[in-house]
């Protein structure tokens, strides 16, 4: 469907980054948004995102995982299609609620996109 | 109210041939044209004819009719004022049937009489005593300061062909004479005194009027304006059909572009191909340019159009020889920067190319070596789309909803146009390289010119919410044409706004359009589908 228009997300690249597809570079996220490292997705490790930007939702479905059943929907680049990981819509169990709303980006799929500052200063 | 107009009647029917009310059944012409009236027309057709020099012909008009061009107050007002005899004609002032006889108009008049005067005695006389005499004596009570101070002026700097015209003086006697006469007639019942060319201002404005109702009038000068027909449209060179579609694509078109001589259209997709096709031979395809390991969005032609430069999602920049459809360079930008935009110097030397990653980069366009960067990814623009003018500015669109206006000689910012509103594709005229066609989230286009910081029409219809549509100028820059995200292809009338047709074109987005600007009713159009279409104009009525 076309070339996006997307938004952009701006970062110093010191103090925060902006996480782009893996595929194409659309901004997707910042790691001021990050709610929690200690995710695990299909693909490897994950962060649970609080917003995430330029992306297409699937059709929602529950999916049952090790801390309960989810209503979930995929979540894609809406510039390249990229699968980056997927939404929490709702869960009965009362303390998962806090990732209603929130997001999961899988780290195999996605790009630190202006974090070459801080590659200068570890050299 | 009596019509004046019977003040000048000879003697009516007894002059043999009888006036126009009795020589032949008017009344259907009273029915047809009720507010015209026909002592006004008749006398129109008098100064007409002896505005063309048929005096002969306009003076037995005025005995057949008995009616006359001017009263005779008139007659004697412009005989004094055209063998110069200003006193009389002053004098006459007070009889003049003025539209508003009221002291102030009388003044003017008298002070146009007497500036006359001055000005043929400044340009006849040796020396500058009597028109001075005439300014301080006659004219100071008479005029307004600043009246005043631009004859003054005129008296220091006599040459100056700017004060000249501005204080009435057109070269000779003769002609400032007229001048005056038609100045002074302004204020003169037009009953009395038919103003100058009268019948041809009418002519004249009846065919601005139907220009302006014929949105298919592009002021084109190749054709004849005949008075004895109204002006029609002429759609025949009109391209509204699709004359052609090219099905080679495996997946969404995304951009389309005619080279500078017309010859060749490139087509960039998202299966990852550029197709070049040959316009000259019915869209044959010449070379299909594989490398791009994801969608390519945009595709530059050097000013020669040997050379392509094409975009991907990946973050290189291609450059192809389109002579023997090789890949000739590929360019990257510093830390993975996506490239979105590029467009190529006029003189083939440089390109530049643009990132939404903060950077724009100035290249050596024979060796890839990199020339100049506008602020690196911390601190440069957003760019979305770019362009490079004939006359070496580099002008971009930016995510900050602006437009920048860099000078390619200085490297430096001239002006920065705040647009308020996503800007997704950017056009520089051909015609008036500060003018730029942009189009504007998330439903119109506009006309911008750059140097006055104006806006100066805008085009609404076409829908663009959250996709990169293209628009372009085409027709001889008539008309302005964009895509559409319900996939329709839009034209306006550039000059009136309004919209000339949409056209069913593509499923899914019509994302791109591109003008051939060589043959003016071709243009293409690239979209969702898979598809390319050709417009032309539709064959049924090349045959009529």
């Known amino acids: 469907m076309g070339f996006r228009y997307s938004t952009y997300i701006d970062s110093d690249g010191v103090t925060a980054f902006t996480y782009g597809c893996g595929g194409c570079r659309t901004h997707l996220s910042s790691s001021n948004l990050i709610l929690s490292r200690d995710y695990r997705g299909r693909t490897g490790d994950a962060y649970l995102m609080d917003k995430v930007v330029n992306i297409v939702q699937g059709s929602k479905q529950i999916r049952q995982m090790i801390t309960g059943a989810y209503l979930v929907s995929d979540i894609r680049c809406h510039q390249c299609k990229n699968l980056v990981g997927w939404k929490y819509h709702h869960t009965d169990s009362r303390d998962q609620k806090y990732k209603e709303g929130k997001y999961i980006l899988e780290l195999q799929t996605i790009v630190k996109c202006n974090s070459k500052q801080k590659q200068k200063m570890m050299y | 109210m009596a019509p004046v ?7 009516g029917g007894n002059g043999g041939a009888g006036n126009v009310n009795n020589q032949v059944n008017t009344e259907c012409i009273d029915k047809a044209y009720p507010g015209i009236d026909k002592n006004e027309l008749t006398r129109l057709i008098i100064q007409s004819l002896s505005d063309l020099g048929y005096n002969r012909s306009s003076q037995l008009l005025k005995t057949e009719s008995g009616l006359e061009l001017d009263s005779p107050i008139i007659n004697n007002f412009i005989a004094y004022i055209k063998n110069g005899e200003f006193n009389q004609a002053e004098m006459l002032i007070d009889n003049l049937n003025l539209i508003d006889s009221s002291l102030e108009v009388k003044t003017k008049i008298q002070f146009l009489i007497k500036r006359q005067r001055f000005l043929e005695h400044l340009y006849n006389d040796e020396n500058t005593t009597i028109p001075l005499r005439i300014l301080r004596n006659e004219m100071n009570s008479l005029s307004s300061t600043q009246d005043i101070r631009s004859l003054t002026a005129l008296l220091m700097n006599k040459q100056s062909e700017h004060l000249q015209l501005s204080n009435g003086w057109l070269k000779n006697i003769e002609n400032s004479r007229e001048f005056l006469l038609n100045e002074i007639s302004k204020f003169i019942n037009p009953n009395e005194m038919i103003p100058k060319y009268r019948l041809f201002e009418l002519l004249k404005q009846s065919i601005e009027y139907q220009k302006s109702m014929n949105l298919y009038q592009f002021n084109n000068n190749d054709r004849k304006i005949s008075l004895y027909e109204d002006l029609k449209s002429d759609k025949t060179l009109f391209p509204d059909s699709i004359v052609k579609t090219l099905t080679d694509h495996k997946n969404e078109v995304w951009y389309v572009q005619f080279s500078h001589d017309g010859s060749k259209l490139v087509s960039t997709s998202a299966d990852h191909h550029v197709n070049v096709y040959d316009v000259e031979q019915d869209f044959k395809k010449k070379f ?43 360019i990257t930008l510093s830390s993975e920067s996506r490239i979105w935009c590029g467009d190529w110097y006029p003189n083939g030397e440089c390109f530049v190319l643009g990132s939404p990653d903060k950077e724009v980069v100035l290249y050596n366009a024979h060796t890839g070596e990199q020339l100049y960067k506008w602020g690196d ?5 957003i760019i979305n789309d770019l362009k490079i003018s004939q006359d070496y500015k580099l002008i971009a669109a930016t995510y900050d909803n602006n437009i920048e206006v860099w000078d390619l000689d200085s490297k430096s910012k001239l002006t920065t146009l705040d647009i308020g509103e996503k800007i997704t594709s950017l056009t520089i005229s051909n015609k008036n390289p500060n003018h730029l066609l942009i189009n504007v989230s998330p439903n119109e286009l506009q006309i911008w ?24 100028f085409g027709f001889n820059e008539d008309v302005v044409c964009s895509g559409s995200e319900d996939g329709r292809v839009f034209i306006w009338n550039k000059e009136f706004g309004a919209l000339l047709g949409a056209f069913d074109a593509h499923n899914g987005n019509a994302n791109c359009v591109a003008w051939n600007p060589k043959y003016k009713s071709m243009f293409a159009t690239c979209g969702d589908d898979f598809l390319i279409r050709i417009w032309g104009p539709s064959r049924s009525k090349k045959n009529v």
């Open chain 2, 5 to 11: 107009h019977d003040l000048f009647e000879n003697g």
């Open chain 2, 288 to 330: 299909t340019l594989k490398g791009h390991e994801k969608q390519v969005l945009y595709a530059s032609f050097s000013h020669d159009d040997k050379k392509l430069l094409t975009c991907s999602i990946e973050p290189k920049a291609r450059i192809w020889n389109l002579e023997t459809g090789e890949l000739e360079r590929i």
């Open chain 2, 377 to 381: 990814s911390t601190n440069g623009p």
């Open chain 2, 449 to 472: 010119n750059w140097c006055k910081n104006l806006l100066l029409t805008k085009f609404v219809g076409h829908r663009q919410e959250n996709y990169i549509i293209r628009s372009c």
